[in-house]
């Protein structure tokens, strides 16, 4: 069973409007961490923003904002006031298993977005 | 302040040929991994070290070897390769297991095999 689902493969907003990518996750676990990574053209991955399972309060950093919802597994990446930058590819990943030792991160297949002007 | 480094950037390979992948962090980082990315595929873990000494499968570890030579160093070799290893591979290293902490990926490798 997939563990993380990136369900858009492709998404697109004009520049200044808010866009949600969305992630659902699989696991059983009662502590894990989500994660949001941006892999631009040149292809670096570039860390985003992190939400821990037992964070009361959605993650926000700068312009990306987490919206965690616990019950649904869920934590979808808003970006506010897009940018051309903002065109990339988006990647959400989970780590979990605290209990079981070594916590592996495991990647969605990612979604495309294209900033419009 | 390098961050973690792959070499090469570019490789073509023959099938059959043989290659090792090298990376290094200067993070002081205790966790190490390989992934490969695939289109439609997201990135999917090959191997893994939690520590220094220690090595475990991922999701696809058929046809690689791992080193884990010190704590700085971790590579990934191909002992005879195929074309289905055509695909871009990351080294990534993160703080030790247990922490919520995110993974530092190289600029990555781009291996084609014809």
């Known amino acids: 069973a997939q563990k993380i689902t990136q369900t858009q493969p492709g998404m697109f907003v004009q520049e200044k409007e808010a866009v949600t990518l969305d992630c659902t996750y699989d696991?059983?676990?009662?502590?894990?961490?989500l994660f949001w990574y941006k892999q631009p053209s040149s292809g670096e991955m570039i860390f985003l923003i992190y939400?821990?399972?037992?964070?009361?309060q959605n993650a926000t950093e700068g312009r990306y904002s987490l919206n965690f919802q616990k019950a649904r597994k869920s934590a979808n990446l808003v970006i506010s006031a897009s940018q051309l930058g903002d065109s990339a590819m988006y990647f959400c990943a989970m780590r979990e298993g605290w209990s079981s030792g070594f916590q592996k991160l495991v990647f969605g297949t990612g979604t495309r977005l294209l900033v419009s002007p | 302040n390098a961050g973690v480094t792959q070499t090469p950037k570019f490789q073509v390979l023959k099938t059959g040929q043989s290659m090792t992948l090298q990376c290094a962090q200067d993070m002081n980082h205790n966790s190490m991994y390989w992934y490969r990315q695939d289109p439609g595929m997201g990135l999917r873990l090959i191997y893994y070290s939690a520590s220094e000494g220690t090595t475990d499968k991922g999701e696809v570890p058929n046809g690689y070897n791992v080193s884990r030579l010190n704590k700085r160093e971790f590579s990934l070799r191909l002992e005879s390769a195929a074309p289905s290893q055509t695909s871009v591979y990351f080294c990534a290293s993160s703080e030790a297991p247990g922490q919520n902490t995110e993974a530092f990926f190289g600029q990555g490798t781009r291996l084609t095999v014809v």
């Open positions: 939400q821990g399972s037992y964070d009361q």
């Open positions: 696991t059983s676990d009662p502590s894990y961490g």
